[in-house]
């Protein structure tokens, strides 16, 4: 059996659209990319969205658009993708790294705390792999304090906290959909807020710091550049893609959830792994199991035609990059970044997964224990 890690939810009406707009000639700035601002931004019941070219570059633009710069500390997960860190060292800011919960991956919450000093204006908050943040704790805190709150949404489409959706706890969320998400346009992102002004100030910044949109111009043009702006646009036919399948989410999302309750209550028995309890607030872009002997679970997964991932084997802590720049000398006081690292696998649980598929994960795991 060859049982793929992700597949693109991409139809054929999909590629009919995109190819109806490449026929147009008219493939950046329009509706498709306004509709599905629109609707993104209404499925997340947030005030304001703003597509971008990367879920990198709207965390890079919710930085610059809190005026983050040089002398100012930020505080981001030990474990997660380095594009979380990197949009905080992008600006000047110096990131200031903390250790994360040894089974959700997500930060925790007592050694942020730890880490805050005068010096610290936000902390990024990454619901990995689904999962929500706990963010009643970070919230209260970071009010009181005045540190702000931006949210790296990239696993986490359709996953809420406290019947909100995440994004709308911070100063910005940013989403990704890169062809292993959810939702796909290729490359690509989304950036929600409900502050008027960081929503302006993103528009303006994602567009070389152009104050006028096309459409706003009165004269073809006639506008003005007043920030150090970057490209950070999403293409017209690229909307296209990530409207038609957000239209869909919801199905597709309520298979996500089908298939990782699925795989939770055939693998929960198994002592030698740990699932994380079931959550209807996760998006499930994964489904991760943590265990020992992870090196041959997974060439025998190789060998079983099951393909999975690692979310994420290194901390960003053992990056080379930050591990020099920041002098880590010892990457153990992120114990708990460095267990999640050494001990999680990211199973499928994509929406074109058919039963007989899930029973094979689920089986081909427990031989795979029950054999050694």
């Known amino acids: ?204 910044l994602k567009a070389f710091g152009i104050d006028k949109d096309i459409d706003k111009r009165k004269k073809p043009g006639d506008y003005n550049v007043k920030y150090l702006g970057y490209n950070f646009r999403m293409t017209d036919f690229q909307a296209s893609l990530g409207l038609n399948q957000l239209r869909r989410y919801k199905s597709n999302l309520i298979k996500r959830k089908k298939n990782a309750f699925f795989l939770h209550e055939k693998l929960k028995s198994i002592k030698q792994i740990y699932t994380m309890p079931f959550s209807k607030d996760c998006s499930y872009f994964v489904f991760q199991i943590f265990c020992k002997k992870r090196n041959k679970l997974t060439e025998h997964l190789k060998k079983s035609g099951i393909g999975f991932s690692i979310h994420y084997m290194r901390p960003i802590t053992a990056m080379s990059y930050y591990k020099n720049k920041y002098k880590i000398n010892n990457i153990k006081y992120f114990k708990n970044a460095l267990l999640y690292g050494n001990r999680c696998i990211s199973l499928p649980v994509h929406p074109y997964l058919k039963p007989k598929e899930l029973n094979y994960i689920a089986n081909s795991i427990k031989s795979f224990y029950i054999d050694t």
């Open 1 to 204: 059996m060859n049982i793929k890690f992700s597949k693109v939810d991409i139809r054929n009406s999909d590629i009919e659209s995109v190819s109806d707009i490449l026929k147009s000639g008219w493939l950046t700035h329009g509706q498709n990319t306004k509709n599905f601002e629109n609707e993104f931004k209404n499925y997340t019941n947030s005030r304001f969205a703003v597509t971008v070219s990367s879920c990198t570059a709207g965390l890079h633009l919710s930085c610059l658009a809190m005026g983050l710069k040089k002398g100012h500390e930020v505080i981001v997960p030990a474990q997660s993708h380095v594009a979380t860190a990197h949009a905080v060292e992008y600006t000047g800011a110096k990131v200031i790294f903390s250790d994360v919960d040894p089974i959700t991956g997500n930060i925790d919450f007592n050694n942020f705390k730890s880490k805050v000093t005068e010096k610290t204006k936000a902390v990024i908050l990454v619901h990995m792999a689904g999962f929500p943040c706990d963010l009643r704790y970070f919230v209260n805190f970071c009010k009181k304090r005045k540190i702000k709150i931006i949210e790296d949404c990239a696993h986490a489409l359709g996953t809420n906290f406290n019947k909100r959706h995440v994004g709308n706890f911070g100063i910005s969320g940013s989403f990704s959909f890169y062809p292993t998400k959810q939702i796909t346009t290729g490359e690509g992102g989304m950036v929600v807020t409900n502050d008027k002004k960081i929503f302006k100030k993103i528009l303006v």
